[in-house]
């Protein structure tokens, strides 16, 4: 293709060098015309401290034209990335009307957002280089877990007093009152449970330490008698001793010994987002 036929090309449209056979079985080069897909864009939430669910309700409804309430739990649960895939205009719109809201927000290519590698449980902590620790992310929720219990039950009161009588009237036993049967229950049960995923680079990885299930006698003489007393500790010394590394809303949090309830997560897929932007975040601004 020469260079004025290259010029009058639409964007994201590129040529293949592609043989096609000719008569007698040979084969010639020719040239095709090939459309990529446009990229797909993200909405980014631009800074950590503008992350306020209510706030972005009220601008998304605004931009969108519906009531506040129906976008309130997509804002709760977006944790940074307001839109995973959309057109560049789109895009650049809805982050534009976040802006003007005085709402940092920021369009970038979908391509652009980082992927976690998987999470490895960690159930006691070996020892790494503390450069290599790039995002400190904790997080606690209440968690509801059912479970089957299988009972031995007897006779209520009623049934043994029917029972009693009908042998005091005719003298005669009566197995009223009496039976015993095996009864299974779904018991629910709640607590508050506690996670921290450690990302490291060189090679890339995921620690996850499940404060309900790990050993924290690498604190030695500071562990106490409390897991959430444990896992402040711990992350006060992963902090003090990588000061580089990125801070999610729980880590802050607990740091500053604030109320859990001010986290906002509910699940473990709401840690994931979390950390995926901000991991973002601090590769755009490796990049800028």
Same mark, same amino acid.
């Given at each position: 293709?020469?260079s ?5 090309l639409?964007?994201? #449209?590129?040529? &293949?060098?592609?043989?096609?056979? =000719?008569?007698?079985?040979g ?23 503008? &992350?306020?669910? /209510?706030?972005?309700?009220?601008? &998304?409804?605004?931009?969108? @034209? #519906?009531? *506040? ?6 804002? @709760? ?6 839109e ?23 369009? =970038? ?15 006691l ?7 290599r620790? @790039? &995002? ?5 929720? @209440?968690e509801?877990?059912?479970?089957? =219990? ?42 508050? /449970? ?10 890339? *990885? ?7 299930d ?14 959430? #007393? ?15 590394? /990125? +801070?999610? +809303? ?5 740091? *500053?010994? +604030?109320? =859990?309830? *001010? ?26």
């Amino acid at each position: 293709m020469d260079s004025k036929t290259s010029r009058i090309l639409p964007p994201r #449209v590129r040529t &293949l060098r592609r043989a096609k056979p =000719v008569d007698g079985g040979g084969f010639k080069g020719y040239t095709q015309l090939v459309t990529e897909e446009p990229l797909r864009y993200a909405v980014l939430i631009g800074k950590p401290e503008d &992350l306020k669910p /209510v706030e972005l309700a009220r601008a &998304l409804a605004r931009h969108k @034209k #519906v009531p *506040e309430h129906d976008l309130a739990g997509a804002a @709760k649960r977006c944790w940074g990335i307001v839109e995973e895939d959309a057109s560049e205009a789109a895009a650049k719109e809805l982050a534009g009307a976040l802006t003007a809201a005085k709402i940092s927000a920021l369009a =970038v290519p979908k391509t652009l957002l980082e992927e976690l590698p998987p999470a490895a449980k960690a159930p006691l902590l070996a020892p790494f280089k503390p450069e290599r620790l @790039k &995002l400190l992310a904790a997080a606690g929720f @209440k968690e509801t877990t059912m479970r089957t =219990v299988t009972t031995t039950e007897g006779p209520d009161p009623t049934q043994r007093a029917i029972g009693l009588g009908i042998t005091m009237m005719t003298g005669m036993p009566t197995g009223i009152g009496k039976a015993k049967k095996e009864v299974q229950k779904n018991v629910e049960s709640t607590e508050l /449970v506690f996670f921290l995923d450690l990302v490291l680079s060189d090679p890339m *990885e995921r620690l996850r330490i499940d404060a309900q299930d790990f050993d924290f006698s690498c604190l030695g003489a500071k562990k106490g008698y409390s897991a959430i #007393v444990n896992f402040r500790q711990l992350l006060y010394d992963l902090s003090d001793a990588s000061r580089g590394a /990125v +801070r999610n +809303r729980g880590t802050t949090i607990l740091l *500053e010994q +604030r109320p =859990v309830r *001010e986290m906002g997560y509910e699940s473990l897929s709401d840690l994931d987002r979390e950390s995926r932007w901000l991991l973002t975040l601090s590769s755009l601004k490796r990049g800028a």
